[in-house]
């Protein structure tokens, strides 16, 4: 089936099957964010020491705007933290926010979702920690970037907002 041969009342079936992800993908990717982020809403940190508390996850990227493609799409997670206390605060952090955060994600993953891999790529964002989720016969993938945040509007006003993407809130039914 070509898409200039498709009538119009078949276009929402020819982006089904021919340009989306499959759906068991996507749910199944969807479902492994979505017990990351309560696994990161119920990290309890280093021994010692008062691990942040999540404020607000906002979903962004293709997956999280809908606009994924077969093959590929990309999905960022960001993560609003009560550590920081100024963008200077974050950036003096960012590198011990992020490796605490990938000793979550390697130690979540001990249990891995069953049609999924995960593989941490070259890091090449500073702000940010990168992987990949693959589906096992490795038709799709998403790259997922776990960027850490600080709330500079406060938190009242990210319970009632939607900053830049799909607002994923603080409660624990995760859902996209």
Same mark, same amino acid.
């Not at 021919?18 to 990351?36: D, I, N, Y």
């Not at 406060?154 to 319970?159: H, I, K, M």
């Given at each position: ?11 929402d079936?020819?982006?089904a099957?021919?340009l ?8 199944t ?9 309560a696994a ?12 942040p /508390?999540? &404020? ?7 997956s999280?705007? @809908?606009?994924? *493609? !077969?093959?590929?799409?990309? +999905?960022e997670?960001v993560?609003f933290?009560d550590?920081f206390?100024s ?9 011990e926010?992020?490796s605490?955060? /990938?000793? &979550?994600?390697?130690?979540w993953?001990q249990n891995?979702?069953? @049609?999924?891999? *995960? !593989?941490?790529?070259?890091? +090449?964002?500073?702000g ?19 960027v850490p945040?600080?709330?500079? &509007?406060?938190e009242g006003?990210?319970?009632?907002s939607?900053?830049g993407?799909?607002?994923l ?8």
């Amino acid at each position: 089936m070509d898409l200039y041969r498709t009538p119009a009342s078949e276009l929402d079936r020819f982006v089904a099957t021919r340009l989306q992800p499959r759906k068991e993908f996507t749910e199944t990717a969807r479902r492994a964010l979505g017990a990351l982020a309560a696994a990161l809403r119920e990290r309890r940190g280093r021994p010692g020491a008062a691990a942040p /508390r999540v &404020l607000k996850i906002v979903k962004g990227g293709s997956s999280g705007r @809908g606009t994924a *493609l !077969k093959g590929g799409c990309d +999905s960022e997670l960001v993560i609003f933290l009560d550590c920081f206390k100024s963008y200077m605060d974050q950036r003096a952090r960012r590198a011990e926010i992020l490796s605490e955060m /990938r000793a &979550l994600l390697e130690s979540w993953w001990q249990n891995p979702v069953p @049609g999924l891999s *995960l !593989k941490f790529p070259e890091q +090449s964002v500073p702000g940010a920690l990168q992987f990949r989720l693959t589906s096992i016969d490795l038709e799709d993938w998403m790259d997922v970037s776990l960027v850490p945040a600080f709330d500079v &509007l406060g938190e009242g006003f990210l319970d009632c907002s939607r900053v830049g993407g799909r607002s994923l809130g603080t409660t624990q039914d995760f859902q996209f």
